[in-house]
């Protein structure tokens, strides 16, 4: 069936250092691919998506492409900051349902 | 600003009680889900409704039942609660299809003893 994978955490990182966090997924048809964010403490809330190939999602200085050849939508940010600490979930849809990866930890050192 | 909320961040209760964590949102949406929150397994759908005494069982529906009277409440029963349902639970919601983006409440950290 349909399924995420992505990088396992917790992933350390320096502030301004650059990031990138590798999300695969395995799908039937061409699904909308999501990045959420899940801060300490809070929900989860949408940080971008891409909904068909070679799109470019983008927001807060993140950006992720949909890549259908290489069924990849890999998170990356030129400079992090002490902030971007979370919870990242890539996603992905299918019959009206998000399926999420399991989530990876960031910390960010100042 | 949208928002779901959920009626408790934090709760304990004892095995064998029952058990309802609440979920409102002020958006008018549709579509409303319950997930759980696990380390190392991310989040599972529990079930999810698309709209008033609609529901449909997601990936792990068992040991949990739901009720949908009104479009922006969508309840979680624990009939007989266990220690293995010890977990976060997340409320969700969106307007559409599944492309639409999901909104999320804080979560309840459930504690089962």
């Known amino acids: 069936g349909d399924s995420v994978t992505q990088m396992e955490g917790p992933v350390t990182l320096s502030e301004e250092a650059c990031l990138t966090i590798n999300c695969t997924y395995t799908a039937t048809g061409y699904p909308s691919l999501f990045w959420y964010v899940q801060y300490p403490g809070e929900g989860l809330q949408l940080l971008l998506k891409?909904?068909?190939?070679?799109d470019k999602g983008s927001n807060k200085g993140f950006e992720a492409t949909y890549r259908k050849e290489t069924t990849s939508f890999h998170l990356e940010k030129g400079s992090v900051q002490v902030s971007d600490s979370a919870v990242y979930f890539c996603a992905l849809d299918r019959d009206d349902k998000i399926i999420f990866g399991k989530g990876t930890r960031l910390h960010i050192l100042p | 600003d949208v928002k779901v909320t959920q009626s408790s961040r934090y709760l304990v209760k004892r095995t064998g009680e029952k058990v309802f964590l609440e979920c409102v949102q002020d958006m008018d949406h549709e579509n409303m889900f319950w997930y759980r929150q696990d380390p190392g397994l991310g989040l599972r759908l529990i079930y999810f409704s698309y709209d008033v005494k609609m529901k449909e069982k997601g990936d792990i529906p068992e040991g949990y039942s739901v009720s949908r009277e009104k479009k922006e409440r969508f309840s979680l029963i624990l009939e007989s609660a266990s220690t293995n349902q010890t977990s976060m639970y997340l409320c969700a919601s969106t307007a559409g299809p599944s492309s639409y983006e999901q909104y999320f409440g804080p979560g309840t950290r459930l504690t089962v003893t």
């Open positions: 891409a909904t068909k190939a070679d």
